[in-house]
């Protein structure tokens, strides 16, 4: 019985010391991850308005595909924030253009392989 109780506590501990260095290793990769994120913030400034409303851009799909002077409209919503989960596949977070004849394309972002500013001026509504 004795012999028994001494196997639970080394088992036990054996148990306890992989956890403490998961544990351990975690917290060490999240500290390394935010450290990289501060350099990383440092050489390259953060653009936050990169996409805006009612400005004119020229899309690039990776297809081969361009859709020129088109309005960035909007995106459409988070699949979880609808509540509408039937579909087999996602159809959230896609980007939503008017082109200059007042259809809509919806594109998946995926796909964009880049986007610029249209020259041409804002799109015809």
Known sequence: ??????????????????????????VADRIRQRRIRRETEKIIPWIADHLQPDRSYNIFLSHGKTLNNVRFVGLTPDRESTGYLPLPFPLSQWLIVEKASGGRAYIKPETVRYYEDAEDGPASR
Do not use: K, P, S, T
């Open 1 to 26: 019985m004795e012999r028994l109780r001494a196997w639970a506590y080394i088992v036990a501990g054996i148990l306890l010391f992989f956890f403490l260095i998961a544990v351990w290793a975690y």
